[in-house]
């Protein structure tokens, strides 16, 4: 969960807190100390919440989702079935026989359209959010660190950040690491790509580790000059907490041989569709191998990640959801197969698993994709592209579970009742993150992020 500690102003105004970066993506030495946090926690911006923003690429199906229509005809309705959920009245598609089980924990919106039916990465990185990655927002107004663990605030997670023999993360349709306008120091940080960010294992060469020391040693010779302005012992203080940050928890954090291997296997969503079990008819057959792979590792390590501090995790497994059984895709029978097993299960587990740490009402879990599927069925059994509606699942944060919000038309082709739009979606992110009211009040914020974070409008039926 994200943090913040008052500091006295006197030591941020003291230069030698500038003298450069201790590594881990940007950690500066200054966001480390607490220099950029908030003063009295009352009056922060900060709720003190974290977000995982799960990001379906490719586009999920409604229809096999969370609104099956069964009473629509053949070729309409899913092509999984459904299945009854407890919320009485309530079903999903086929494929979702552990959520339909947790229904009453979380809460899915039918009337949410993204607005067009193109291939992007437009809920996380798009014109809504001045081409910025949500979290950047959150990097911008709380600091690019944890001001108590120094964990990175944004992180973006791929499938090689818990196997390394996943693919690179594709950013053909847009990148998730973006930090548009806001600056590319608030961007997230990547897992494996440089700098201390090589699989967190502390791979770090005798050479480097000593440039570390040599930095704090330096710190230790202005030591007096610090003592006067803040008093005994403080600089000694925060040289342990800058060592061992570098050395200690949030490399761990990174590293799940450090979790509970009962944990790790209970998450693990590689037994549910092995490789044998995909047909190479599809050009998708790596992403899919890939999917089933590392998707439940990489919902737990975004949960490690939110213990130590972290404030924003993108996860996704790169581009799986398209399904309109071509060359390229699975149709929707076959790909939920694929996608739908792996994703009920991933996400089960970790809802289970915050509600047994009782951590349900501090990380919010976002659950969509960039667009939704065709009412009707293709010939060659897939769904094509749709931007008029598309599913959308959230749990936690503090927000009303158990709730179905919106109807779809009869086809499920588009809302019945309100639409919610991506700017909605924004909105109750940010209202999860972020004081609104209190952010208004922050001096000196530029006006693309003043808009983003306190003009959307989030989804009132979530809002308590």
């Known amino acids: 969960m994200l943090s913040i500690s008052p500091v006295n102003d006197k030591l941020g105004r003291r230069a030698f807190l500038r003298i450069g970066s201790l590594g881990l993506g940007g950690l500066a030495l200054s966001d480390l100390l607490s220099t950029r946090t908030l003063a009295a926690p009352g009056a922060s911006p900060l709720t003190g919440k974290s977000v995982i923003f799960l990001f379906l690429h490719g586009g999920p199906s409604q229809t096999e989702t969370f609104d099956p229509k069964m009473t629509a005809p053949p070729g309409i309705q899913s092509a999984t079935g459904e299945l009854k959920t407890t919320i009485p009245g309530i079903t999903f598609g086929g494929t979702f026989p552990k959520l339909a089980q947790l229904a009453d924990k979380f809460s899915v919106v039918r009337s949410f359209q993204t607005g067009d039916g193109k291939h992007d990465i437009k809920p996380v990185v798009s014109r809504y959010s001045n081409d910025a990655n949500l979290g950047s927002f ?48 608030y961007a997230p940080f990547v897992l494996g790509s440089g700098q201390l960010q090589n699989d ?203 709730r179905v919000v919106g109807q779809s038309s009869r086809d499920a082709g588009e809302p019945a009742t309100r639409a919610y739009t991506i700017d909605n979606l924004v909105g109750t992110i940010m209202h999860t993150l972020m004081n609104v009211g209190q952010v208004r009040l922050m001096p000196n914020l530029p006006s693309n992020l003043t808009r983003v974070v306190t003009t959307t409008e989030p989804i009132p039926e979530l809002i308590g």
């Not at 992180?155 to 950040?161: G, R």
């Not at 089933?292 to 404030?311: D, F, P, V």
């Not at 996608?339 to 809802?351: K, N, Y």
Request: proline residues 4%.
């Open 138 to 185: 959150l990097s911008r107004i709380a600091g690019t660190t944890n001001a108590v663990t120094g964990m990175p605030t944004n992180i973006a997670l791929f499938p090689k950040a818990v196997d390394d023999t996943t693919q690179p993360a594709n950013n053909q349709f847009g990148k998730l690491a973006s930090a548009g306008k806001l600056g590319s120091a």
């Open 200 to 402: 967190m294992k502390l791979n770090i060469s005798t050479e480097r580790l000593e440039d570390r020391r040599r930095l704090l040693a330096e710190l230790d010779r202005r030591k007096v000059l610090l003592d006067t302005a803040v008093g005994d012992g403080v600089l000694g203080r925060f040289r342990q907490q800058a060592f061992e940050t570098i050395l200690g928890g949030v490399a761990s954090a990174f590293d799940l041989s450090q979790e509970d291997p009962r944990v790790v296997a209970r998450y693990d969503t590689a037994p549910l569709v092995r490789p044998d079990q995909i047909s190479r008819t599809w050009n998708n057959y790596n992403n899919y191998v890939d999917n089933a792979k590392s998707l439940g590792k990489l919902l737990l390590l975004a949960r490690r990640l939110c213990e130590t501090g972290c404030g924003f995790v993108t996860v996704t497994t790169n581009f799986v959801w398209d399904m309109h059984a071509d060359i390229n895709n699975a149709g929707v029978r076959e790909g939920m197969q694929y996608m739908g097993l792996p994703l009920d299960h991933a996400v089960s587990v970790f809802i289970e698993d915050l509600e047994a740490r009782g951590m349900q009402d501090e990380i919010l879990l976002v659950v969509c994709g960039e667009m939704g599927r065709t009412p009707k069925i293709n010939n060659q059994g897939g769904r094509d592209h749709w931007g008029r509606i598309a599913p959308l699942m959230l749990y936690g944060g503090g927000l009303q579970m158990g």
